[in-house]
């Protein structure tokens, strides 16, 4: 199994920026693409941006620009970075990440609040 841990969430002010991360554990030998996700209240949950094993990425249209997806596979840990942060970037994000088996694993996720 793949256990994933979020940090790097909190209050923050519009325009500065912040870092998450997500490190795995357990079977990582068996992911294969990562990704972030994140939930507004009362929005479902929406993709934001995906990382191959290979670090091949593909970001959502809302995401491309200030959003930057990265990964070290050596230490078992994915990023996101956003930067120019607005209002609407409130959200809890969670870290996702798919095995070369078909199964997927969720993180608990992190909150990231944008204040004025």
């Known amino acids: 199994q793949v256990q994933l841990v979020e940090s790097g969430g909190g209050l923050v002010q519009a325009g500065g920026s912040v870092r998450l991360s997500c490190e795995a554990s357990g079977s990582t030998f068996r992911i294969n693409a990562m990704g972030w996700y994140r939930q507004a209240p009362g929005l479902q949950r929406e993709l934001v941006a995906t990382?191959?094993?290979?670090?091949?990425?593909n970001y959502a249209d809302s995401a491309k620009g200030r959003f930057t997806i990265s990964r070290d596979n050596a230490k078992n840990t994915m990023y996101l970075e956003i930067n120019s942060l607005k209002y609407e970037d409130t959200a809890v994000y969670y870290c996702?990440?798919?095995?070369?088996?078909?199964?997927?694993?969720w993180g608990q996720g992190t909150q990231v609040t944008v204040s004025s």
């Open positions: 996702w990440a798919g095995t070369f088996f078909g199964t997927q694993a």
């Open positions: 990382i191959s094993r290979s670090g091949s990425t």
